[in-house]
């Protein structure tokens, strides 16, 4: 009997559910910063975002709910205000290091 899986019945990848801890958080961010892409940053505070819950980062960064997935979404470019506001909801902060 052969098992063939067809593409359209495996389940879509959420990275949100990868996301479980304080750990992994930080460990996904460190590695967005590293690669340097700006669209990609705002993704993956989206998803940061939708694993601890977007209503509760929403009130908590003061920025409504449906704004806050327009600007998150994969390849937007929020203002910097906007991503400061989102990281102290989130409890995590942006720091910077020289490069070696």
Do not use: W
Not at 37 to 62: T, W, Y
Not at 79 to 99: M, N, P, S, W
């Amino acid at each position: 009997m052969s098992d063939n899986l067809k593409i359209e019945n495996l389940p879509e990848f959420d990275m949100a559910h990868q996301l479980k801890n304080d750990a992994d958080i930080v460990e996904y961010l460190q590695q967005v910063i590293e690669d340097g892409d700006s669209g990609e940053l705002a993704a993956a505070l989206g998803h940061i975002a939708k694993a601890r819950g977007m209503s509760e980062i929403a009130k908590a960064s003061g920025i409504q709910r449906e704004a806050l997935y327009k600007a998150l979404r994969p390849q937007s470019h929020p203002r910097f205000e906007t991503i400061q506001r989102v990281c102290k909801a989130l409890g995590v902060r942006l720091t910077v290091e020289q490069a070696h």
